[in-house]
């Protein structure tokens, strides 16, 4: 069983609407001796899940490295942790739910930070970003977005929509030029 | 037993700690026979405590509505909220948990709303707050940030820079001038 891209989303709602390893057999087209080979516990597959999801998101803040624009390539990884976030919700509740042996959340979240630097580091000396915001501060609005709209009728989007005004900012004063930014620098 | 300022963060850590009827009333220096005089269940209190939360949060928006600069106004009242929550979290998982007679989350969320739409509508005219946003979108930034921030060693400080870091915007590309805000508008 190869937890992939087209059966993914499905495993991950089954796997987080609490089905057993014969369930998601069963929706898998395989036999639940094939699963339980690749999963001995339910906590396995979770741990898989959750693990493939962080190195999808790692992986992503590799390849947007490259992009031209360190504006852009931020906050597209931003977007792409809300979005996986998003799709997985549920993920590290259930994780915490199969008790203390599991991969522990400041694991994943210490992977994420490591990943997201390189981008957050660039932007800043773009000065497209304020020199004070640091990637644990980007992280944590995330995940609010996240936990705020989970339990709207349309999650994606509603998250989409708050990201977008955290970028744009509720009420930013006036642009800084660039004696604010240094007064802003040395705070 | 008047639940009021003084004793009421105390209080609210004992309720929300899951401290029993007696245990508050030792605590607050009375009788249990007093506290179940007036509050004949926990969730008589709980309710209690949850509803002079919000109808201070909707004091709070009236006093402000006299501020000159709605700016400041809506900034301080949303910042309110935030301390607010900050100060309650648990307690509406607390309600939760008592069971479905509680007072209802989008009963207080449509009190807070109502309390908090005419400093928008002001801080929206006066151009200092895109047209675009609405009273709903703000109160889920608020709780998403509280969400993120409540297993924090200092929410209140945390919550706090998370709030400042959303008004401010994480990168707001440029300065609205005039047209631009036109443009917005018209989205």
Chains 1, 2 share one sequence.
């Not at 709602?13 to 999963?39: D, K, Y």
């Not at 947007?64 to 998003?86: E, K």
Request: hydrophobic fraction near 45%.
């Amino acid at each position: 069983v190869r937890i992939q891209s087209a059966d993914a989303r499905r495993n991950y709602a089954l796997i987080l609407a609490g089905a057993s390893l014969e369930q998601i057999a069963r929706t898998a087209g395989v036999g639940s001796a094939t699963v339980r080979r690749h999963f001995p516990t339910r906590l396995a597959l979770l741990e898989t899940v959750s693990r493939k999801r962080i190195e999808e998101l790692c992986g992503r803040a590799h390849e947007l490295a490259d992009t031209a624009d360190s504006r852009v390539a931020l906050l597209q990884w931003l977007s792409d942790v809300i979005a996986s976030s998003v799709r997985s919700r549920g993920l590290a509740a259930a994780l915490a739910l199969e008790g203390p042996g599991s991969m522990d959340e400041s694991t994943c979240s210490a992977a994420l930070e490591d990943a997201g630097t390189p981008l957050l580091d660039r932007a800043i000396q773009d000065g497209v970003m304020a020199s004070h915001v640091t990637i644990d501060d980007l992280i944590t609005l995330m995940v609010g977005i996240v936990l705020a709209t989970e339990h709207h009728p349309e999650p994606a989007t509603e998250a989409d929509r708050m990201f977008q005004l955290t970028v744009a900012g509720l009420s930013p004063q006036r642009c800084l030029d660039d004696a604010d930014r240094a007064t802003v620098s040395r705070e």
